[in-house]
């Protein structure tokens, strides 16, 4: 196998592991599926942390990680599905982890770590050829 096919291999498991991860992280707060909270306790986690309208960033931050998930499984626009994942993680490390927990004693803080990484070189590196449509 050439490198050419290893990179595209690397990026395909990259893709569908992290958008995976994100469309059923999208679910639980949208739908409640997996066990997930629904939209109505997104709603009342975003209100406990000070976000002006809080149904609006509930519903915005559930659907980028729901449609942001599945257009990274099947390679779609792979680029800007991983920057807008970095973009609530950020989010999340911001107004959770950071304000609510020591980054040393914050096992979310390895995850996260984790994530940004790999959507940072899904960002950089694209999402490979075997992408459906890739910027």
Same mark, same amino acid.
């Given at each position: 196998?050439?490198?050419?096919?290893?990179?595209?291999?690397?990026?395909?498991?990259?893709?569908?592991?992290?958008?995976?991860?994100?469309?059923?992280?999208?679910?639980?707060?949208?739908?409640?599926?997996?066990?997930?909270?629904?939209?109505?306790?997104?709603?009342?986690?975003?209100?406990?942390?000070?976000?002006?309208?809080?149904? @609006?960033?509930?519903?915005?931050?559930? %659907? !980028?990680? =729901?449609? /942001? *998930?599945?257009?990274?499984?099947?390679?779609?626009?792979?680029?800007?599905?991983?920057?807008?994942?970095?973009?609530?993680?950020?989010?999340?490390?911001?107004?959770?982890?950071?304000?609510?927990?020591?980054?040393?004693?914050?096992?979310?803080?390895?995850?996260?770590? @984790?994530?940004?990484?790999?959507?940072? %070189? !899904?960002? =950089?590196? /694209? *999402?490979?050829?075997?992408?459906?449509?890739?910027?």
């Amino acid at each position: 196998m050439d490198k050419n096919k290893f990179f595209n291999l690397s990026m395909f498991t990259l893709r569908v592991v992290v958008g995976f991860i994100f469309a059923v992280h999208g679910a639980q707060k949208l739908f409640g599926m997996f066990g997930g909270i629904g939209l109505e306790g997104t709603v009342k986690m975003v209100e406990g942390i000070s976000f002006l309208n809080p149904y @609006l960033v509930a519903v915005a931050w559930a %659907s !980028i990680e =729901l449609v /942001g *998930g599945i257009f990274l499984i099947f390679g779609i626009l792979a680029r800007w599905s991983a920057l807008f994942i970095m973009l609530t993680v950020l989010i999340h490390l911001w107004k959770f982890d950071l304000t609510y927990d020591s980054l040393m004693q914050s096992m979310n803080i390895e995850y996260n770590a @984790l994530i940004l990484s790999s959507c940072l %070189s !899904i960002v =950089l590196m /694209g *999402g490979g050829s075997w992408s459906v449509w890739d910027t």
